[in-house]
Structure formats: C-alpha cells, structure tokens
C-alpha cells in the first residue's frame, strides 16, 4: 500500500505569513493528490484537487504543485480564518481507495 | 444540491457491533463510489472502505477486514457502515464522502460519532 508522509505536524504562525506543508508518496502517484482542511467539529474541507487545481470558491492564496512523489501545499498572507488542519490525499485512479497523510496543524504564533 | 445526511451519534459497549447510515441526494446515486472515513478524538483521518453504489462491490482497509461492512440500498439512496467487534479504539468521528466523477468532485457527510464505552 501507499503512504503518505506529511510534514510538519505542527507549525506556529501569523497573519500574512507564507506556510508551506509537504507530502510524500512511498512511490509514484501522478499527480493523483488532494489537499483538505479541517476545522474542530468539521468535516473536511478540499481545497487543492490533482495536485493543483484550485477547487470551486477556494481563495487563490491557497495553492499546490508537485508530481511523482513530492508535493507541496502553500498558503500565502495567511489569514485568520486559515488557522486550522490541513490534510493531504491519495487517491488511486484504478482502484478506489484512499490514503491521508498525518495532518498539520496551522496555529497562531 | 448534492447531499449526505448521516444518522445520529451511538454510543455502544464494547464487543458490540454499529450501524451508520448516509442518505444520498441531488445526484444519481449509482453513479458514484461512496467512501468511510474515520477520524478518532485528536487524531487524523483513517480511510475504512468503499462501496459502489452500482453493483454493490467493495474494498476495505486491510486494518478493517473482517470487521466492517459496506452495504448499500438503492431505493433509498443510502450507503451502510457497520462496524463489529467494537473496542474503545473505535470511539471516532465516521465520515461517509462521495468520490468525485471527472470534474464533479468530492463531497462529505457531516459526521457521526460512535463513542465505545462501558
């Protein structure tokens, strides 16, 4: 099975910084990745969809590259109501099934 | 609007099994797969398993084999998850979402608790 390793699990920061999330697949996934945030007693929320698509109404401050194995998550001038989980996803195109990586928790710095 | 409504919270004892459902609307029910996802008290997510609506196949988590069913029931729209054998490793948040379909993408139900509790 794939895995998915995220990093860091944690960070501390602040209005108008620029955070940056990695992932990375075990092996080759394409670009067959997705970004999620969670808020506390929320479901997930998609945010970035194959790696690097913007999904519909999602602000352009959040972005994602990245294919193969390596991947990045960004936001840029967080703002405050970006304090939250974020998660990353791996998704099998042949077969349905999903992996998360372990999260990161955005806090105020 | 594309919708999931899930039942309401459990609480079980150990060794018992639950079932929580996930009513589908605003979009044809067969044509998409419907995946469980797990998210235990201060921890990340944990996919279960998926179930296609259309011919009733599934694929579990190997963590989960043996231990969780997926059903669905076309009629109604809605997707089961039943989960036995329950211990306190199983107290989560149980999310059903909706695969996405080319360009239609994903979308989740608001959750339910399973607290396992003596």
């Known amino acids: 099975d794939i895995q998915m390793t995220q990093s860091p699990s944690s960070l501390s920061a602040s209005v108008g910084d620029r955070v940056t999330v990695t992932c990375q697949a075990s092996?080759?996934?394409?670009?067959?990745l997705n970004w999620y945030q969670q808020k506390p007693g929320k479901a997930p929320e998609l945010l970035i969809y194959?790696?690097?698509n913007l999904a519909t109404g999602v602000p352009s401050r959040f972005s994602g590259s990245g294919s193969g194995t390596d991947f990045t998550f960004t936001i840029n001038s967080l703002q405050p109501e970006d304090f939250a989980t974020y998660y990353c996803?791996?998704?099998?195109?042949?077969?349905?099934?999903?992996?998360f990586g372990q999260g990161t928790k955005v806090e105020v710095k | 609007q594309v919708q999931m409504v899930q039942s309401g919270a459990e609480v079980k004892k150990p060794g018992a099994s639950v079932k929580v459902s996930c009513k589908a609307s605003?979009?044809?029910?067969?044509?998409?797969?419907m995946h469980w996802v797990r998210q235990a008290p201060g921890r990340g997510l944990e996919w279960l398993g998926v179930?296609?609506?259309?011919?009733?196949?599934?694929s579990y988590a190997q963590k989960f084999q043996g231990r969780v069913t997926l059903t669905r029931d076309t009629a109604t729209s809605t997707v089961y998850m039943e989960l036995s054998s329950l211990t306190s490793e199983d107290t989560a948040v149980y999310y059903c979402?909706?695969?996405?379909?080319?360009?239609?993408?994903?979308?989740w139900g608001q959750g339910t608790l399973v607290t396992v509790s003596s």
């Open positions: 979402a909706r695969d996405r379909r080319g360009d239609d993408l994903y979308s």
């Open positions: 996803q791996q998704y099998d195109d042949l077969r349905p099934r999903w992996t």
């Open positions: 179930i296609n609506p259309s011919g009733g196949g599934t």
């Open positions: 194959d790696a690097s």
């Open positions: 092996q080759d996934i394409s670009n067959y």
């Open positions: 605003g979009y044809t029910f067969t044509h998409y797969n």
